[in-house]
């Protein structure tokens, strides 16, 4: 059987390696057409000696690795997502920047392995709508999703989906003591390992909000069978309940790995990194979630239901406010606040092009800045 061939962008990060990992365990399955990393280069020249890749990327010049064929910026990762060599394209970037080289994949007819939630939050509609058309499966590594594509056999029977969320370092603790968190305590995620960012967005349940509006573009699912269960054991990944009432849920302790490898791999199943198994006598519990507590969750949910540019305001408000707390100049519970000032502000428009959206986006990141700024 012939290798599969697979570029990663996002090579350095959490999904980057983790991918990696599959793909060193999984002997003679890929070759490594591409690894593109942000500045990282240290990580990345470990990467080149071990994966052999054809080319690579890095943000700029100035971070240029140990290896020949280097390519530069997003121009560079445009170049990886056109070469046609590829059979499959892992993007597991954060933030806007995996949209357009996504885009290019997919108008390429390359399969893409999604672990890049804004590309969908932002242009969802544009992005499943070019899949759709050039016939390019957009496979989710995501747990929640990866789950929900393991669980559904036929679209036309399913009546709900069922997104679970483990709670993050909050579920006990009171309004109060989350509006007053440290930046410690919001990283300080109970079940997952993952980068800051999306870390932060656990705590607040806009992550989970995010993976609403991914799933309604992913699954072609209405925002009200859409449904988010806090479910702190993490050991339900999410669930899929179908109009005879039969509910069908992918289950397994919390390891990323699983729905990379099965992204990557997909549609076979093979035996990769060994994961020890959960005990069928712990107990599982549910509850719904609280969105007082919880208010980003509501936010998100609300957006994805208006549509048109206000899951774009959302994300991009969203993602300047958490890095602002994480450098210490807000408190936990203005990111909401302020993700709610920036939907008020900016009129919902629809039908929006890719640069129209990335100018909004830059609109946004401002007015947040400048409310800051005065603050």
Request: proline content about 4%; glycine content about 6%.
């Amino acid at each position: 059987m012939d290798k599969k061939k697979i570029s990663i962008i996002g090579s350095t990060g959490s999904i980057g390696t983790q991918t990696l990992e599959v793909i060193e365990k999984l002997t003679g399955k890929f070759e490594i057409i591409s690894l593109a990393a942000g500045t990282n280069t240290e990580l990345l020249n470990e990467q080149i000696k071990k994966f052999h890749p054809k080319s690579v990327c890095v943000s700029s010049p100035k971070y240029k690795p140990d290896f020949d064929n280097v390519l530069y910026g997003n121009e560079g990762l445009e170049e990886i997502c056109s070469n046609t060599e590829n059979d499959l394209i892992v993007v597991a970037v954060t933030g806007k920047i995996g949209l357009k080289p996504t885009l290019t994949a997919i108008k390429n007819h390359i399969d893409i392995a999604l672990a890049n939630k804004e590309t969908l939050v932002m242009a969802g509609d544009i992005v499943m709508s070019e899949a759709k058309k050039n016939n390019v499966a957009i496979l989710p590594i995501d747990s929640e999703h990866s789950a929900i594509h393991q669980c559904i056999k036929n679209r036309d029977f399913v009546r709900k989906l069922i997104i679970t969320a483990s709670g993050g370092p909050f579920l006990h603790k009171s309004i109060e003591e989350m509006q007053n968190a440290t930046i410690e305590g919001a990283l300080a995620h109970p079940r997952w390992k993952m980068g800051k960012k999306i870390t932060v967005d656990s705590a607040t349940l806009m992550n989970k909000g995010l993976e609403v509006i991914e799933a309604h573009h992913l699954f072609d699912m209405p925002y009200e069978d859409i449904k988010v269960v806090i479910h702190p054991q993490s050991i339900i990944h999410s669930a899929v309940e179908y109009v005879d009432g039969s509910v069908v849920a992918q289950m397994g302790l919390p390891s990323m790995h699983i729905p990379i490898q099965y992204a990557i791999t997909y549609p076979e199943r093979c035996q990769g990194i060994k994961t020890d198994s959960f005990s069928f006598e712990d107990s599982l519990t549910f509850e719904k979630p609280d969105f007082n507590k919880y208010p980003a969750l509501k936010l998100a949910i609300e957006a994805g239901k208006t549509g048109g540019s206000a899951t774009v305001i959302l994300n991009a408000a969203n993602e300047q406010a958490v890095y602002s707390f994480l450098d210490g100049n807000i408190k936990l519970s203005d990111i909401s606040i302020i993700v709610e000032k920036m939907l008020n502000k900016f009129p919902v428009e629809y039908n929006l092009s890719v640069d129209e959206i990335f100018d909004l986006d830059e609109r946004v990141r401002k007015a947040v800045s400048e409310i800051l700024v005065k603050n």
